[in-house]
């Protein structure tokens, strides 16, 4: 059994839970902060076995777009400092796949 983690952009969040769903996967929807934009983004756990993880993969990657964000960066100079925006790219989604030892529902 493997648990993959996904983080994705909250705007694809609706679509991705709604086709895990009918397509029979056990879904866990975690409301999550990016550490580098400190904005919210949308973590999804799902446990399933190993002949369907590619499966999930190739949902997540399906519904989670790539955008770009511009982003206040402050350049702290010596007399004065300046904030300038910078370009970001996020997402389609970032993935993890572990291994699970043991599952269990009691
Ligand atoms: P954030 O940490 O808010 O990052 C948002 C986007 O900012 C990232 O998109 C990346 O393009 C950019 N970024 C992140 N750190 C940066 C840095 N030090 N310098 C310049 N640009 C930076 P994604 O790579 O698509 O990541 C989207 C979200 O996925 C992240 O939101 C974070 O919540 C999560 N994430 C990404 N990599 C992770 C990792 N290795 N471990 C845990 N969570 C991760």
Redesign the pocket.
Known sequence: MKLIIA?VQDEDSSRLIGQLMNDGFGVTKLA?T??????G?TTFLVGTDDTRVDEVLSIIEKHSKKRTQMVPTTNYGTANYASFPVE????GA?IFVLDIERFEKV
Do not use: E, P, S
């Open positions: 983080i999550t990016g550490g580098f934009l400190q904005a983004n970001v790219t996020v997402g970032t």
